[in-house]
């Protein structure tokens, strides 16, 4: 994807889009396709393989690995022309867990199934999605945010009795009151606010230590995008924004995410901090060339891979310009 002349290295943006939708209640269609590939996840964690370029581990429908597999397959698309399946595979205990490593913002673990091959294991996504192809990547993340969902809407929500897999996964049905329900999005702002030759960043408790990233806000019922933007940097900074440019958008399956990434043109500087920051600070364009170089003395980037680290990069290498906000 190329945005204003620069080159965006989002990751899950692009390389696959044939969601294949009549497919998935259309399992005799399906049938007659090739054998379909299968991804398992395991808590949230895509199985990968290879060292460097990592790809998706991939497995065929009867590999003893999915034994541990809930019986629910979630029909991706295709890809290559071959149907893509996901399965999910918590269920499975590895020996030697350690739950404290697994609740880390990055848990950098790699866990390995005593039926796959050494170069086979369920890494954090957070980690491999910059080393796996567009393809890949955006597929897991999507099998990701799936997941999530049907662990957190087990139960009907109009009813409260408990919902069951439809459509290919693509849905939950109430057997009591037939309500449908479908997967969620939830659209989050993310802004690189600008003022002349500075942009505002900032952090958040609990992240690793030194990064610093775009602000960011969960989009309310019944706001604009741009309202939400103006809203979510005075909340946080007490600055107010003037104009606001959209930029691009990214899929973020922590847990079902849709960043939309803007510029934003500050109206004032004077930062008040609220509870939901533990730091906000201006920087200039050279203190940001360091920051994305991991040459701040102080400072660490937004991880590779995520829209804010696009937004700065973009911002150094003078593809977005406060003025260009409208
Ligand atoms: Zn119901």
């Given amino acids: 994807m190329q945005m204003f002349g620069g080159r965006s290295e989002s990751a899950f943006v692009g390389g696959w889009d044939d969601r294949a939708g009549a497919l998935r209640s259309d399992p005799e269609a399906l049938a007659q396709l090739a054998p379909a590939l299968t991804l398992p996840l395991w808590r949230g964690r895509p199985l990968v393989q290879g060292e460097g370029g990592i790809a998706a581990g991939w497995l065929a429908a009867d590999h003893p690995v999915l034994a541990h597999a809930r019986p629910e397959r979630l ?16 269920s499975w205990e590895p ?7 697994m609740a880390m913002f990055l848990d950098v673990a790699e866990y390995r199934h005593p039926a796959l091959a050494a170069e086979f294991r369920f890494a954090d996504l957070r980690a491999t999605m910059t080393q796996m192809s567009a393809q890949d990547a955006a597929l897991a993340a999507t099998a990701r945010a799936m997941f999530n969902w049907h662990r957190s809407h087990r139960f009907c929500a109009a009813c409260g009795q408990g919902s069951a897999w439809a459509d290919g996964g693509w849905q939950r049905q109430c057997p009591a009151c037939k309500a449908r329900h479908f997967p969620r999005t939830d659209p989050v702002v993310i802004m690189l606010v600008l003022s002349g030759n500075r942009a505002l960043l900032g952090r958040s408790p609990g992240w690793p230590e030194g990064m610093y990233s775009a602000l960011a806000g969960f989009v309310e019922p019944g706001e604009t995008l741009e309202a939400a933007v103006r809203r979510e940097v005075a909340e946080e900074t007490a ?3 003037g104009r606001v ?9 922590w847990p079902g995410s849709l960043m939309l990434g803007f510029t934003a043109e500050a109206q004032s500087e004077a930062i008040t901090l609220d509870a939901e920051l533990e730091d906000a600070r201006w920087i200039t364009r050279e203190e940001a060339v360091e920051v994305l170089a991991g040459q701040h003395p102080l400072m660490r980037a937004p991880r590779r891979g995520a829209i804010a680290h696009d937004l700065l990069n973009l911002w150094v290498s003078g593809h977005l310009q406060a003025h260009d906000a409208a």
């Fill in 75 to 90: 029909f991706l698309g295709l890809h290559q022309g071959v149907a893509r399946l996901a399965a999910d595979i918590s």
């Fill in 95 to 101: 020996q030697g867990l350690d739950p404290a490593a």
């Fill in 245 to 253: 440019r959209y930029i691009a958008s990214q899929p973020w399956p």
């Fill in 239 to 241: 600055i107010t924004v």
